[in-house]
Nanobody, 120 residues
Framework: QVQLVESGGGLVQTGGSLRLSCTAS????????MGWFRQAPGKERKFVAS???????AYADSVKGRFTVSSDSAKNTVDLQMSSLKPEDTATYSCAACLMDCRSFRPNFWGQGTQVTVSS
């Protein structure tokens, strides 16, 4: 019943920006911790950022200062604004809904993912 659908992935050059969006159905994003994860080919999936019900945010050290996560209750979406992109940011990005902190607990729901490629 829960669906999370990511969009906005694409190709950008080093230093460029990209905005990802996660549209949720079956849940209200404001009632969950909403997180973003990424996985590069041959590497494990890693936490990127999350936004909590109170509006506080958390970021992986590798993206802190460059990425911003936000939510829009009216649209029931969660966005990830990425700037100053680097080739190492290349990965499949997935959004997730978590009953507890996405940074510390296994997400309950996952989206299908969207590809982000940063060229050098």
């Amino acid at each position: 019943q829960v669906q999370l659908v990511e969009s906005g992935g694409g190709l950008v050059q080093t230093g460029g920006s990209l905005r990802l969006s996660c549209t949720a159905s079956g849940i209200t994003v404001s009632a969950y911790d909403m997180g973003w994860f990424r996985q590069a080919p041959g590497k494990e999936r890693k936490f990127v950022a999350s936004i909590r019900r109170g509006g506080s945010t958390a970021y992986a050290d590798s993206v802190k200062g460059r990425f911003t996560v936000s939510s829009d209750s009216a649209k029931n979406t969660v966005d990830l604004q990425m700037s100053s992109l680097k080739p190492e940011d290349t990965a499949t990005y997935s959004c997730a809904a978590c009953l507890m902190d996405c940074r510390s607990f296994r997400p309950n729901f996952w989206g299908q993912g969207t590809q982000v490629t940063v060229s050098s």
